[in-house]
């Protein structure tokens, strides 16, 4: 199975949203390469409540920050699932299925 990332841009790709898919590999390349983006970051939890939370990426890849907060977010969103809800909830999701190895 592909790592986090590339399992990212294939998804895309395979949901028809070529914007974000497999055409970016080359960028993410060159960033990584130059340093831009930083392969080897800890993504750190900042400030966490129970309805949010808030990571820095210290320059990492996008896509490991958005599968973090989900992993943290949607355990939240589950405890809170029977809360009346204010306002429009439009936003939807999808992740990658985890890596089994």
Known sequence: ??????RTLVNSDLR????HGIQNLGNYLRNLKSGRIDG????????????AVYIDAH???GQLASIMAMDLIIP???RLRHRPIRGSVTATTTRPPPTTR
């Open 1 to 6: 199975m592909l790592p986090a990332s590339p």
């Open 76 to 78: 939240k969103a589950k």
């Open 59 to 61: 320059n990492g890849m």
């Open 16 to 19: 028809g949203v070529y914007s």
């Open 40 to 51: 080897k970051a800890k993504m750190e939890v900042v400030k966490d409540s129970p309805a």
